[in-house]
């Protein structure tokens, strides 16, 4: 049975015991275009006292508050000619800034302004073209079926289909992308099931609650505030242990060489940092200024100098790495 509560933000379902199979667990059934309406509903089971079944409160994700919405690079984006024009003229942007941090720092806000005003443009375009593409080639799929088209309109058609076939595809890209599996190429026309895995991951990293000192946390600055205390504790200076080492702990064969020394301490050279950048998965987690190894691929010719002389700055011990791990990527930065 499906009840809406009041609310009309849950919907309230329990078992019926004349189902014997339904009966052994409290389930969910959703099909997949609810899904994909409500790609952030989750389940909670609530006590059973006094049934014998848990009641299931499920919850549409409407009235989920994320605060501001944060930069991430887009793999669709590349498909654009145009986007390679906003990186290299954000890139290029004349920057007096002496500190390499500094310059990066200028570098990445840039860029990031600059892109959410071309992809906001680029994604309005292409929902507008879908709708009017898809009317026209309704219009003249009915025709075709009472007569036979012109050349012209048979032109059309096939025009037509090669766009919306365009924007299909970067749609593919976007939730593939955002659904994480790797196992699924681009071009097999799964963006049914990638929006589900896409879904199926917002909700597995939705946090309800976090448990603190004092009890349960539910509200976001109350969560924030656990997380933040929780780490700052797990990060601490620990004090001097109470042990050391002896000088002759270790073997002479086991300690490192002259040679392998001065290799170790040797200055990062260009090309073992692109090997390494590389060698990195392109499509995995963005960093935290939004940047996947994918942008550092592409764009790796436009961008090395800036990034080797932070790996200079970090040998000379001279970078401030707090600053580069906080340089979080919103939207409106």
Not at 41 to 63: E, I, Q, T
Request: with cysteine; hydrophobic share 40%.
């Amino acid at each position: 049975m499906i009840e809406l509560n009041p609310s009309n933000k849950f919907f309230t379902w329990t078992n019926n015991q004349e189902h014997p199979i339904l009966a052994k667990i409290d389930r969910i059934f959703v099909s997949g275009l609810w899904d994909a309406a409500f790609p952030l509903s989750s389940v909670k089971a609530l006590d059973r006292f006094p049934s014998d079944h848990n009641p299931l409160v499920l919850d549409s994700g409407m009235n989920s508050c994320f605060g501001k919405k944060r930069f991430r690079f887009e793999k669709w984006w590349l498909e654009k000619e145009s986007f390679y024009s906003i990186v290299e003229k954000a890139w290029g942007t004349p920057c007096t800034l002496s500190n390499c941090m500094d310059r990066w720092q200028f570098r990445v806000r840039t860029l990031r302004r600059m892109i959410r005003g071309w992809a906001a443009n680029e994604v309005a375009v292409q929902n507008r073209d879908k709708v009017v593409l898809s009317k026209e080639f309704t219009r003249l799929e009915s025709l075709a079926e009472i007569r036979e088209l012109s050349s012209v309109e048979r032109q059309e058609l096939a025009y037509i289909e090669d766009k919306l076939e365009k924007i299909w595809s970067l749609d593919e890209i976007r939730v593939r992308q955002r659904s994480r599996d790797r196992n699924i190429l681009e071009g097999d026309k799964n963006t049914t099931y990638l929006q589900a895995v896409a879904n199926q991951r917002s909700r597995k990293k939705k946090i309800e609650c976090l448990e603190s000192p004092t009890g349960l946390v539910y509200d976001q600055k109350g969560m924030m505030r656990v997380a933040v205390d929780f780490y700052k504790n797990l990060f601490a200076k620990d004090p001097e242990p109470f042990f050391k080492l002896g000088q002759n702990f270790w073997e002479e064969e086991d300690k490192v060489s002259r040679n392998e020394n001065e290799l170790l301490i040797a200055p990062f050279s260009e090309s073992e940092i692109k090997d390494a950048i590389f060698s990195c998965y392109a499509e995995g987690a963005a960093g935290p200024d939004g940047l996947s190894f994918l942008f550092y691929q592409k764009f790796w010719n436009l961008i090395k100098y800036d990034v080797v002389a932070l790996f200079d700055d970090f040998h000379k011990g001279v970078l401030d790495l707090k600053r580069l791990n906080f340089c979080f990527g919103y939207f409106n930065s």
